[in-house]
Nanobody
Framework: QVQLVESGGGLVQTGGSLNLSCAASGSIVRVNDIGWYGQVQGNQRELVAVVTSSCRTNFVDSVKGRFTISRDNAKNTVWLQMNSLKPEDTAVYYC???????????WGQGTQVTVSS
């Protein structure tokens, strides 16, 4: 089973950048969508960006033009490049992979992103 480990979070000022990494313990060649979700304490996780197995991408409107998502199957890694960060981007960011086998979905442990005003 693929396990995911996020890294790259931290504290950054408004307008700054971060590059989050989601490293898989195994091959992601067969993995379908891989997405980044943000969760503010007390709220549900919300999809921020997703990359499909064919490397198509989609973003929530609030991050379009600021965030990019990329996937390298050879490195078993997905990245979320976050530019022009805003305080409202502050959240714990989780990586999720849709698997073609049980348990069909797996999450990483999350990485905190804090944007100061």
């Amino acid at each position: 089973q693929v396990q995911l480990v996020e890294s790259g979070g931290g504290l950054v000022q408004t307008g700054g950048s971060l590059n989050l990494s989601c490293a898989a313990s195994g091959s992601i060649v067969r993995v379908n969508d891989i997405g980044w979700y943000g969760q503010v304490q007390g709220n549900q996780r919300e999809l921020v960006a997703v990359v499909t197995s064919s490397c198509r991408t989609n973003f929530v409107d609030s991050v379009k033009g600021r965030f990019t998502i990329s996937r390298d199957n050879a490195k078993n890694t997905v990245w979320l490049q976050m530019n022009s960060l805003k305080p409202e981007d502050t959240a714990v960011y989780y990586c999720n992979a849709r698997l073609p086998y049980f348990p069909f979905s797996t999450w990483g442990q999350g990485t905190q992103v804090t944007v100061s005003s």
